[in-house]
């Protein structure tokens, strides 16, 4: 059963820390998402990526946050320097999609993150 | 306006009852709508696509409505385990490649 993998799953941290967020897609899929999820805001779409290229990060605070694919089986969340209000629940999810089609998006179990 | 709107609930309703969730959208070009299910402290998972046509699955019905720009669904003769947010989603398509936008979800709970 493939299934979206994040870690790690909670990460408690201090202000000003670096904090740095992996998720391995399922295999085969070319794109990847990630969201930040709050109770006020709800699921935001922050970037994600199509065969390992960046297609649209208009939703990351960009001084603060960087998203990588440094390959096919690894995107990466960086946060640098954190700050409370970074604190939720930060999704992936991938699929698998062909030219402008969509398809089903399989989330990871998410990376619930708390910055004091 | 928000792109995609829903009324975050609570939804509180009997066992058995019959509840109806909207989410409308901004973007009349919007290409594909789907409804997904997300479990307290879970992950959001697919729960069915929204075709134009409308489709049925089980005792979940979905509905495009393009016109007023809004989809539904529908939950015949609730569950406890249907207690869940419901999350719609829209796809629109900017340029080359598609935007996604989640709703903030509406809390459905079934009581027993």
């Known amino acids: 059963d493939a299934r979206v993998t994040q870690t790690p799953r909670h990460k408690v941290t201090e202000m000003g820390q670096e904090v740095t967020m992996r998720c391995q897609p399922i295999?085969?899929?070319?794109?990847v998402f990630w969201y930040r999820q709050t109770m006020m805001q709800g699921l935001e779409l922050l970037a994600y990526?199509?065969?390992?290229?960046?297609?649209?990060d208009s939703g990351m605070p960009k001084d603060r946050f960087s998203a990588e694919m440094p390959d096919a089986t690894l995107a990466t969340l960086k946060i640098q320097p954190s700050e409370p209000r970074d604190s939720a629940v930060y999704f992936c999810?991938?699929?698998?999609?062909?030219?402008?089609?969509?398809?089903?998006?399989?989330f990871g179990p998410g990376t619930r993150l708390t910055v004091l | 306006r928000k792109e995609v709107e829903q009324d975050p609930g609570p939804f509180n309703v009997p066992e058995g009852a019959t509840v109806a969730f909207n989410c409308t959208y901004s973007n009349s070009a919007s290409q594909s709508f789907f409804w997904y299910r997300q479990d307290c402290r879970k992950e959001p998972k697919l729960l069915m696509s929204v075709y134009s046509s409308g489709n049925e699955d089980g005792r979940f019905t979905a509905q495009l409505n393009r016109a007023s720009q809004y989809i539904s669904l529908l939950i015949r003769d609730s569950k406890l385990s249907d207690s869940a947010t419901y999350l719609c989603?829209?796809?629109?398509?900017?340029?080359?490649?598609?935007?996604?936008?989640f709703g903030i979800g509406t809390k459905l709970q079934v009581i027993p």
């Open positions: 989603v829209v796809n629109s398509p900017p340029g080359g490649y598609q935007k996604v936008t």
């Open positions: 295999l085969g899929h070319n794109t």
């Open positions: 999810a991938s699929d698998q999609r062909h030219g402008g089609g969509t398809d089903t998006q399989y």
């Open positions: 990526f199509r065969n390992r290229a960046p297609l649209d």
